[in-house]
């Protein structure tokens, strides 16, 4: 089963920053937060991860929270093109296989 | 670099014929996963390989389905006898597997439709 919780949609201005909420109540102390996103009839595409500190790179931004029980992911200009399925997913250290939930589907409305 | 590949892209057969599904992964990534995803089930991690090893097959649906990986760029998904419930996107994905990182890279997809 899927370790996390995400809402099943969201909508946001085209423009705007996507705030993208996940819940990870039972994450345990070496294990990762990681974002793939999922555009129409395409394979799901890996956007960032995190352990404990805040990330960034050149497509999103993550934040943890102290206790790592929850995180968000930051889309700082969404463009038309980020409309897809985002997956929050916990785990994927070495040796270990990633679950994918149900994920958010975030529309972008222009 | 190309990307995972994967072949074919469509396949259409019909109910109790073999299926292969084929895979080349990244050049110098050392674990290769198999995915399903159905609207019903979604992404369903099938099986995945470290080092051309098969390390958790237990989401593999049956004996039905059986994969191999006979060396580092490439690897096979078949289903025999395939039936009508096979029908899906299989995805094959690839990764540098490393303490810290599981960054998985996707191909893009074989649709099967088992008629």
């Known amino acids: 089963d899927a370790k996390t919780t995400q809402p099943p949609s969201m909508d946001c201005a085209e423009g705007r920053a996507a705030n993208l909420p996940c819940n990870h109540s039972?994450?345990?102390?070496?294990?990762?937060v990681y974002w793939y996103r999922q555009i129409h009839s395409q394979g799901p595409q890996y956007i960032i991860h995190?352990?404990?500190n805040n990330e960034t790179n050149e497509m999103a931004s993550l934040i943890i929270t102290e206790d790592r029980k929850s995180s968000t992911l930051i889309l700082p200009h969404a463009t038309l093109r980020d409309t897809a399925v985002y997956y929050c997913?916990?785990?994927?250290?070495?040796?270990?296989?990633?679950?994918f939930g149900k994920g958010t589907r975030l529309h972008i409305l222009p | 670099d190309a990307g995972v590949i994967q072949s074919p892209r469509h396949e259409v057969t019909e109910m109790g014929q073999e299926v292969t599904l084929r895979c080349k992964p990244i050049?110098?990534?050392?674990?290769l996963f198999w995915y399903r995803q159905t609207m019903m089930r979604g992404l369903e991690l099938l099986i995945y390989?470290?080092?051309?090893?098969?390390?958790?097959d237990s989401g593999m649906p049956e004996d039905r389905f059986s994969a191999k990986m006979p060396n580092a760029s490439f690897s096979t998904l078949k289903i025999q006898p395939s039936e009508p419930r096979d029908s899906a996107v299989y995805f094959c994905?690839?990764?540098?597997?490393?303490?810290?990182?599981?960054?998985?890279?996707f191909g893009p997809g074989t649709r099967l439709t088992v008629l």
């Open positions: 995190g352990l404990k």
């Open positions: 997913i916990v785990g994927g250290n070495r040796d270990d296989k990633i679950i």
């Open positions: 994905a690839s990764s540098f597997l490393t303490a810290g990182n599981n960054e998985q890279f």
């Open positions: 050049s110098g990534h050392n674990s």
């Open positions: 390989f470290n080092n051309n090893v098969p390390i958790d």
């Open positions: 039972t994450i345990s102390g070496n294990e990762y």
